[in-house]
Nanobody
Framework: QVQLVESGGGLVQAGGSLRLSCAASGRTASRYDMGWFRQAPGKEREFVAAIRWSGLSRNYADSVKGRFTISRDNAKNTVSLQMNSLKPEDTAVYYC???????????WGQGTQVTVSS
């Protein structure tokens, strides 16, 4: 069993930055891919970014490439998402996830709200 707890969401103006963090607990947390998905009101949940358990490979949605950066610290069982040049369309609930990403999510966090005002 793995538990995921997100933090760092909030309200920011367009063009601003936020950093999301996710702390994982559980014996095998560091062996899984970790990543982020998001869900905007009235839309389906979508993949944002993922990082392999080794930290050597990262994968991003086209909509966030060049603006978001994912990183992880296996010693602390954490994954972070640095979000720069935020746009109103980035407004969503952001969920931390782990598993074989993005295709197979084994565990979800509870989500953290990110709101970008224009």
């Amino acid at each position: 069993q793995v538990q995921l707890v997100e933090s760092g969401g909030g309200l920011v103006q367009a063009g601003g930055s936020l950093r999301l963090s996710c702390a994982a607990s559980g014996r095998t947390a560091s062996r899984y891919d970790m990543g982020w998905f998001r869900q905007a009101p009235g839309k389906e949940r979508e993949f944002v970014a993922a990082i392999r358990w080794s930290g050597l490979s990262r994968n991003y949605a086209d909509s966030v490439k060049g603006r978001f950066t994912i990183s992880r610290d296996n010693a602390k069982n954490t994954v972070s998402l640095q979000m720069n040049s935020l746009k109103p369309e980035d407004t969503a609930v952001y969920y931390c996830a782990t598993g074989s990403l993005p295709a197979s999510v084994l565990y979800w966090g509870q989500g953290t709200q990110v709101t970008v005002s224009s």
